[in-house]
């Protein structure tokens, strides 16, 4: 500002990412003047660096810092927008993972010099073409390595990212161990290296994968680019700084196994320390499984949701998450159902779009998703899954839950399916809190870490319903009147089972020229029994012979058809089908429960 100039009024102000802002003041004279500078340590980053022109920093100058040399040099390893475009535990993860790198920097110095010493260089009576068919021997074993590691395991990487993270450094630890030894062993030098480099290939596979994943999570802007490359800028100080001490070490230790040994069991201490502190720090607002656990353990126990931050502190990194149910998601509809009853016991008594079975021997749980699956359905399937080991463990739990715990621990539940639909009534109720309490706890729930597999389906919202609508059409058209059997309207019955299923759309065809077969396959279940009754009772005129065939396998229930009028009768085995052939003109057809079959009946008609 010009001598004698004066300030009159602040007319504006400016800041960069989450440094302090600085005002700008009108001067008399028309100028422009420019508070100093109060930055936040944290916050120099690119623009920081631009000195401001013009006189006594007003005018048409730039915005400057009194710190240009730090914060270029931090501008060169930090993303840009620091903090504020990173996660919180950018910091603390990104010091520990560069103590572990130049951890590792030396003690694969050590391990090279070893491999280096063990090919023969510095030997006279070494044979180059040895040595070379060696290395290449080494390096198509971790080819082949890798590759099967990222088919096999490709897919779980992104679920258990610390995990596989943790897994990948210390297996690195162990590879390097097997290339300082393997001169001590020269006959089996060559497959001590390959052994070590397939170990290597299958690092680089988990390593690069999670360190993807983690820079996703990471990256605030869509700033992964940026994000990576600035790890990588990092990653290549930390080598070069492990790369000058080793070439000062290396002299040191070349003519002494033993203190070589030493060098690398401490390198590698502070390696897998460093490590456990970096994953330690992560705080990962999605879900996984193992994740989702706990948290639903505690909510279960206490009625409140963990945050992240407590939830991944919590988190088992060394012994993996051990679940308390085998649980698979995704899979496909024929591994659950082999009959319609069986499609009818997983769809009854719930609208949600996927199919739960819970085998209670094995303690394992399948769940079929539905095509309209979302995030929010994945998340209460595996949550479903979860209540159902939890109810195998000892631990409070709500009341509701603990009715069915003492059931199912007493053996009284034989019937699996029962207490999959009963704890779908309890979801109804204590899911939408548990799923509120997440995201007020700061969980991203409109994403997930589940593994899932691909497999979806579409099935009947409920096959009995679309049966009993099928029945009444057909009572209807046989006897053109209202349907009534014994006090019960069967129309208003249908509307009240499923009012959004009129029974039009399930119009069978009738034809009087070819008798029909039907084929029970959920013969078992007392609904489709009672529909039968219905028809057979309201035909016009009456059904005066119905011959079916009855497996030795048929259930009792079914066996009552004798009891029915119109002198129904029940034969034994004739044939290996089961086969209610009708004389008269009946057509029942339900898609998902009967086939229809139009050749003649095998048995004659009376």
Known sequence: MADGASLEARLCSEQYGSGAARGCCAAVDGSL??????????????????KPEGPDGGGEGAPATASAPLSRLLALFLPQGFPDSVSPD????????????????????????????????GDAKASVSAATATWLVKDSTGMLGRIIFAWWKGSKLDCNAKHWRLFADIL??????????????????TMIVCISNLAKCIVSVAGGATRAALTMHQARRNNMADVSAKDSSQ?????????LVSLLMLPLVSGCPSFSLGCFFLF??????????????????????GRL??????????????????????????????????????????????????????VEGHQEPYLLRWNQSQNQVQVVLSQMAGPETVLRAATHGLVLGALRRDGPLP?????????????????SWVIVRETHHVLDKLFPKFLKGLQDAGWKTEKHQLEVDEWRATWLLSPEKKFLGTAWQVGQDLTGSDCQ????????????????????????????????????????????????????????????????????????????????????????????SNKCHLNKTLCLLCKRNFKLDSQPALTSPL
């Open 235 to 243: 990653e290549t100080l930390v080598n070069l700084a492990g790369l």
């Open 172 to 189: 690195n630890d162990v590879a390097m161990f097997l290339e300082i030894m393997a001169p001590v062993y020269p006959i089996c030098f």
């Open 33 to 50: 003047q420019w508070e100093a500078w109060g930055w936040r340590w944290w916050g120099f980053s690119g623009a920081f660096t631009a």
């Open 293 to 346: 656990w706990l948290v639903l353990k505690h909510f279960l126990q206490r009625g409140e949701v963990l945050g992240p931050t407590s939830a991944n502190r919590m988190e088992p990194l060394w012994t993996g998450f051990w679940p308390s149910v085998s649980l698979s998601l995704g899979v496909p509809l024929h591994r659950l159902i082999s009959s319609v009853s069986e499609l009818q016991q997983l």
């Open 485 to 576: 059997s014994d006090g019960v309207d069967l129309r208003q019955r249908q509307e009240e089972s499923c009012p959004s299923f009129p029974a039009q759309l399930f119009r069978p065809s009738l034809q009087s020229a070819l008798p029909w077969s039907i084929c029970p396959a959920a013969a078992q279940d007392q609904t489709l029994l009672w529909a039968f009754k219905i028809v057979l009772r309201l035909s016009q005129p009456p059904i005066t012979s119905c011959v079916f065939s009855v497996p030795k396998a048929m259930p009792r229930t079914f066996r009552g058809f004798n009891h029915f009028p119109h002198n129904l009768q029940a034969t034994s085995p004739q044939t290996t």
């Open 90 to 121: 950018y910091l603390p993860y990104q010091l520990w993972d560069s103590v572990q790198a130049f951890a590792s920097s030396l003690s694969g110095s050590l391990a090279t010099h070893a491999v280096l010493l063990g090919l023969g260089v």
């Open 268 to 289: 590698t201490a502070l390696h897998i320390y460093a490590n456990y502190r970096a994953v330690r720090a992560l705080v990962i607002e999605t879900l996984n499984e």
């Open 399 to 415: 009341r509701e839950l603990e009715e069915l715990r003492n059931r199912v621990q007493a053996g009284l539940a034989k019937e």
